[in-house]
């Protein structure tokens, strides 16, 4: 069981890490059978102003934003207002007759893609590269960055509709990629819906889970709990990084036009656990439902086929797990290179936001963190790692 060695190994770790500038600061949640059983925070919010990180702190979640997004679907789905093998071009006209990069050349699809692909990360579209897809993706979002400020700022429809006239990478379905294809379910759910999506995901989930701090911008009466980002200066220490991306307003000082179903959203630590207790607890919270059971499990137990496994297994640091609906779950935990759980899953973000369930051992993971290109770090996995050894074996 968690107990006191633990408690200190975890203190002495963030501490080292901050001392020797690998981040500025973070803080840990753990949270077992529905009870914290600890919580730490180390370093600082603002280096600069001596600002320490604070349990009410605000993080962007970068692609720690994707689990949320992907529970939105599940409430269109589990209503029936969805279908998962529907055409995105159903709600995105920009998504009819694609082209997909074949070679040297264009190709047309030889399918649309559909909901379900968007959710698998198998559709096509990507975040970046060399070829026709990953070039014109990158020149998309620079417009959606150019434009930011300006008088006519780039919509989340207009923005995904303008993505789906950019070339695939490969054929709906036939491989796995990391790629935009949560940003494009956000323009879905608004669509489907009637109410974009950051009013969506307000009203059918953080309202009635009590996540007061989280959404696509920070009001100005919060914006002093905010943490900087940080990058690696080169020389061992960190430099303060204040640039947009992705089309995500780094000040978040704004209601921002588009709204990013892949990596928009702020939170704190207390405001995600609401999130993954929510899941954990089979769709309900505090008397709270939010999804049911059935749909919990089908969003929390997602796999890929062979083909598509095989994209993902390209992925060396998540080995042992599969994907689905926008989440890592683990599949053999003897093939990973640190300790897992059989049947964990949850996901990560650009600036080192992470989230872990694992259901069997009903023990959430929780960390937050703000420094540029890191996702899971070595860090977090030795977190994990003294973490998960203290639990039993189910």
């Known amino acids: 069981m968690f107990g006191l060695t633990e408690s200190k190994q975890i203190t002495e770790l963030l501490k080292t890490s901050v001392g020797k500038k690998e981040i500025a600061g973070g803080n840990l949640l753990i949270i077992k059978e529905g009870v914290e059983i600890f919580y730490h925070e180390d370093g600082f919010a603002d280096i600069a102003a001596k600002i320490p990180i604070k349990r009410d702190s605000i993080f962007r979640l970068y692609s720690m934003s994707k689990p949320v997004t992907a529970a939105s679907v599940m409430l269109l789905l589990e209503r029936g207002v969805i279908d998962l093998y529907e055409p995105v071009s159903k709600y995105l006209p920009g998504f009819k007759n694609q082209m997909v990069v074949s070679g040297n050349k264009l190709v047309p699809a030889e399918r649309e893609v559909t909901i379900k692909d968007l959710l698998s990360m198998t559709s096509g579209l990507v975040y970046g590269g060399t070829d026709p897809a990953g070039q014109d993706t990158e020149s998309l979002f620079k417009e959606i960055d150019d434009r ?16 789906g006239r950019c070339p695939l990478a490969y054929q709906p379905g036939s491989f796995w990629q990391y790629g935009t294809s949560a940003d494009v379910l956000g323009a879905v759910v608004e669509a489907a819906s009637g109410k974009s999506f950051g009013e969506f995901l307000k009203k059918e989930i953080f309202e009635p889970l009590g996540m007061t701090d989280t959404g696509f911008w920070v009001e100005p009466d919060k914006r002093s709990r905010l943490v900087k980002t940080y990058a690696d200066n080169g020389e061992g220490g960190l430099k303060l990084y204040t640039g947009n991306h992705l089309g995500i307003i780094q000040q978040m000082d704004r209601e921002p036009a588009f709204e990013s179903g ?14 993954a207790n929510m899941l954990m607890r089979e769709g309900n919270l505090n008397g709270v439902t939010i999804l049911k059971p059935r749909t919990v499990k089908y969003l929390t137990s ?30 053999d935990s003897s093939k990973a290179g640190d300790m897992g759980c059989l049947s964990e899953y949850g996901w990560d973000g650009w600036l080192g936001a992470y989230f872990c369930n694992c259901p069997k051992e009903k023990l959430t993971i929780l960390f937050m963190m703000q420094k540029t290109d890191t996702g899971t770090t070595s860090l977090t996995r030795k977190l994990r790692n003294i973490i998960l050894s203290s639990q039993e074996v189910r």
């Open 148 to 163: 930011l400020f300006s008088d006519s700022p780039m919509s989340t429809a207009e923005a995904m509709n303008k993505l």
């Open 262 to 275: 892949g990596a928009g959203l702020v939170s704190t630590i207390d405001d995600y656990a609401k999130f």
């Open 302 to 331: 997602g796999t890929l086929n062979e083909t598509q496994q095989r994209g993902f297994d390209l992925w060396q640091t998540l080995c042992g797990f599969s994907y689905g609906n926008l989440m890592r779950v683990m599949k």
